[in-house]
């Protein structure tokens, strides 16, 4: 799948500026009801998604980056992995930093890293260091030529393209649900794992009730 790498300002003056918003809508709405038929036919045919969940299950510490937008899926990605897995970790420079765990690389810890055009330097820069002192790397990308991808021990490849000024999310959570949901029902204890937290959640009155 293919992506675009033009920023912001230019797709705004390319898809959106002097547009009627009737017109833009179903621009836009054509355009991602295309793009979420490529990716599922792309998520039928490959097992990229599969061998990113082999590594995740079977690590000691699953670390997750991302920067600017990208951070956004990750933490989608670590909230959803959490859930059933133990050792799951976001870096988001406040409770845990890159530093950190660049400093405390074992075996068996995995880092995933999302980088998406325009990537983003910090995310590039750990990943690279992360994988030079022995650690293993899964990429959540959008091109086969994109920053890290020779790097990587397993890589989604996955494109993003937009008919707004924003690329697109809808591929890239796609991905992101069938990853969370392939490393999850891999796991063991994972069902054990959910349980004890809806009685938690329950116990603490986290969530409201339907009215």
Known sequence: MTTTRSTPAERFDRNV??????????????????????????????????????????????????????????????????????????????????????????????????????????????????????????LVTDAEDAPLAGSAAARIVIGADSASYANSPTSVVLALHLLATLTIASSKGAGRRLRERDALAAELGLYAERP
């Open 17 to 138: 500026q002097r547009r009627s918003a009737q017109v833009l809508k179903q621009r836009v709405l054509e355009q991602q009801r295309t793009e979420f038929a490529g990716a599922l036919a792309w998520a039928a045919e490959q097992d990229a998604i599969e061998r990113a969940a082999a590594l995740i299950v079977s690590a000691r510490r699953r670390y997750l980056i991302g920067h600017g937008k990208s951070l956004g899926f990750a933490s989608l990605l670590a909230a959803d992995l959490s859930a059933g897995l133990s050792g799951v970790h976001l870096v988001d420079g406040a409770a845990l930093r890159s530093l950190d765990v660049l400093g405390d690389i074992r075996q068996g810890d995995l880092l995933v890293a999302v980088c998406m055009a325009r990537y983003r330097r910090e995310t590039i820069d750990v990943a690279a260091a992360y994988v030079r002192h022995g650690g293993r790397l899964v």
